[in-house]
């Protein structure tokens, strides 16, 4: 795998799972990454161990993030940073996790990409890489944080029409389920966490995902990787639901 000297990546929410794995991994092939997210700490430890550029950025800083765009020439960005509030039932769901989870994973997202793609047309290279999820493509019971990957989805088809002619790429990935901190922020409840994350399962790990990025973005200019969907051996999604309606009879 080989890229041009001086490419240049952002990975958002590089400070755990899969942006720290990505941002690794585009390192080990010598591109210059700045990697993006809020707990500085985490990311001046990244950057002793990597040699990237840590950047404190909170992706729904709307001017620190049009700011940055205009700063720098980022030829691929890893649209990573997103959470999972919210990830029960949508009618016990707080407003304030609601607009969180939107405004994190959809609106930011957006914002991001407006930001540095200006320059990446203007230098007639880039590649846009959006995280979503296989909750954007199936039926699950977390219907705010699928909406949210939904718009994701629908977002990298209808950019990668708007950008024919351009030489700017779009890939969206979709993970199924991944060791990281995901869950340990998206719920408080200690015994739904456990019950959520304890499957038996081996699950995917964030380097498999990390591994499938450096893949999309290394891949030759004349291919485009648009979607990619990972899950582990021992998960997979479809089939159909039958669940009584107990009041139904009273």
């Not at 765009?69 to 304030?96: F, P």
């Not at 890489?129 to 296989?134: H, I």
């Not at 990281?180 to 719920?187: C, D, K, L, R, W």
């Not at 997979?236 to 009273?250: I, S």
Request: with cysteine; glycine share 8%; charged share 25%.
């Amino acid at each position: 795998m080989t890229f041009e000297e001086g490419t240049t990546a952002l990975v958002t929410g590089a400070s755990s799972g899969i942006g720290e794995a990505t941002a690794r991994a585009l390192r080990a092939q010598g591109i210059k990454v700045f990697a993006a997210a809020r707990r500085i700490d985490r990311l001046e430890k990244l950057a002793d161990e990597t040699g990237c550029i840590p950047v404190q950025l909170d992706v729904r800083d709307r001017q620190g993030v049009v700011k940055f765009g205009e700063s720098y020439a980022i030829d691929i960005l890893i649209n990573n940073a997103g959470l999972g509030r919210a990830l029960g039932s949508m009618w016990e769901a707080e407003i304030e996790d609601i607009e969180m989870t939107v405004d994190t994973n959809v609106t930011s997202a957006i914002v991001m990409i407006k930001s540095v793609l200006p320059g990446m047309i203007e230098r007639g290279r880039g590649h846009i890489v959006n995280m979503s999820s296989v909750v954007a493509l199936y039926p699950l019971a977390a219907a705010l944080y699928g909406a949210t990957k939904g718009a994701i989805h629908k977002l990298s088809r209808d950019l990668r029409m708007e950008l024919q002619g351009t030489g700017v790429r779009v890939t969206e990935i979709n993970p199924g389920r991944v060791i990281s901190e995901f869950y340990n922020v998206a719920i408080d409840d200690d015994e739904k966490l456990r019950q959520t994350v304890e499957t038996n399962c081996e699950d995917l790990i964030a380097d498999d995902i990390a591994d499938a990025i450096v893949y999309c973005v290394s891949a030759p200019w004349r291919v485009n990787v648009s979607q990619m969907e990972i899950l582990p051996t021992e998960q997979t999604y479809g089939g159909t639901q039958f669940v009584p309606f107990k009041k139904r009879n009273q």
